[in-house]
């Protein structure tokens, strides 16, 4: 893997406007896009604080520019960091990621995320957690960690497993595509704009304070319904609570084979294909992860992917993260050498030590204390 990286720099990479009463924090990274890097973080993080802090702003909005809202982290700059032995970089970009993810997740003003495109990843950390998800028909989420050896974090685990039956492992677990109307069915999303209206509604959400009207209210002026289309996975739910709930990766395989004997449906054929080139570790870990994410609240699963992630990056179980990475990011050669390379061969003590506390004190994510009625449920 040649490897070569500098801190670019770029400049304006986030742009903060708006009036007095409403603020608007836009992605403009559309080249790379929208990946988060350390310093957008840190950068969004700052200002959110003092937004919230400022009595006179009532309303956030949170958007991108360019064809994707957010297509994760920056991995390139982790892995490279990390491969030079960099382990400061890589613990302190997921530190600050992970505490932002928290921080709007337990937000004290109303957060509305405009997704006009492509959500995946640390991007979906960001916006999955707002009160008010604003999709189009633009809009694609997926959480494809597991294809490069990571697993689905910044909260997945919690925002997944409260989706209907198990369609969150199924999401997880394949890194299917799921798209505006599927998002809004599912609860990913709460509100379907065509991208048409979505400059008016923005507009209009400018001056909501003023017009006393509920920022709700604003929304559903411009919310249209949207049909989930007819070979949507999320049609075939009953079949998907069938396969994914079963208790371990490798049974779940084997009833998605079964059901592909009855009904040759194209959805289970990419679903088959995704989970067999993923990380097998990956895979096991996430359903893990996730099943437990079904019982705690959002600090608990964010504490939890700190721990997970910390494993990964410190290569403590495996290298699959720098191999997927390679693979897919680097080299480019879509041929991931896996280890362990079978669901059978990965067991259960490899898991079980990834979800281990590291007992490194400069590793310790402090998350701080948000305690919040308006969001005691996710608490």
């Given at each position: ?93 997921y530190k600050k990621l992970l505490t932002l993810e928290y921080f709007i997740a337990t937000y004290r003003k109303p957060l509305v995320s ?23 028909e633009k809009a694609v989420f997926a959480m494809p960690e597991a294809s490069i050896g990571l697993f689905p974090d910044v909260g997945a ?114 679903a088959l294909n995704s989970m067999r080139s993923a990380s097998p570790l990956s895979l096991k870990i996430f359903l893990k992860s996730i ?89």
């Open positions: 893997m040649a490897l070569s990286f500098t801190f670019d720099g770029e400049a304006n990479q986030v742009l903060f406007t708006g009036n007095s009463d409403v603020k608007t924090v836009i992605l403009n990274r559309p080249k790379k896009l929208n990946t988060l890097n350390h310093d957008m973080i840190c950068q969004i993080k700052k200002n959110l604080q003092a937004y919230e802090n400022d009595h006179s702003v009532q309303l956030v909005i949170l958007k991108a520019n360019g064809k994707a809202f957010s297509a994760g982290g920056d991995i390139v700059s982790v892995i490279t960091c990390s491969l030079a032995g960099h382990w400061t970089y890589s613990s302190l970009f405009l997704i006009n495109g492509l959500v995946m990843g640390a991007g979906a950390g960001l916006s999955m957690n707002t009160k008010f998800r604003v999709v189009t685990s919690y925002f997944l497993s409260r989706l209907p039956g198990y369609f969150g492992e199924y999401v997880g677990l394949t890194g299917a595509q799921v798209d505006g109307a599927e998002m809004v069915a599912c609860g990913l999303a709460t509100h379907f704009v065509p991208s048409v209206k979505l400059n008016i509604l923005e507009n209009v959400l400018q001056t909501v304070t003023s017009s006393n009207t509920p920022i709700a209210a604003v929304i559903e002026t411009f919310t249209e319904i949207a049909v989930v289309k007819e070979c949507s996975s999320f049609r075939r739910l009953e079949t998907i609570n069938k396969c994914f709930s079963k208790g371990s990766v490798e049974e779940i395989i084997a009833c998605l084979e079964k059901e592909s004997e009855n009904a040759a449906e194209e959805w289970i054929t990419i099943r437990i994410g079904r019982v705690q609240n959002i600090e608990q699963c964010l504490y939890r992917d700190y721990t997970i992630g910390a494993h990964i990056v410190r290569r403590t179980v495996s290298n699959d993260f720098y191999e997927g990475s390679r693979a897919k990011l680097f080299d480019k050669d879509k041929q991931p050498k896996w280890e362990p390379s079978k669901l059978e061969l990965v067991s259960e003590e490899m898991v079980d030590q990834c979800f281990r506390s590291i007992n490194d004190e400069d590793l310790d994510l402090q998350l701080p204390d948000r305690s919040n009625p308006q969001i005691a449920s996710r608490l």
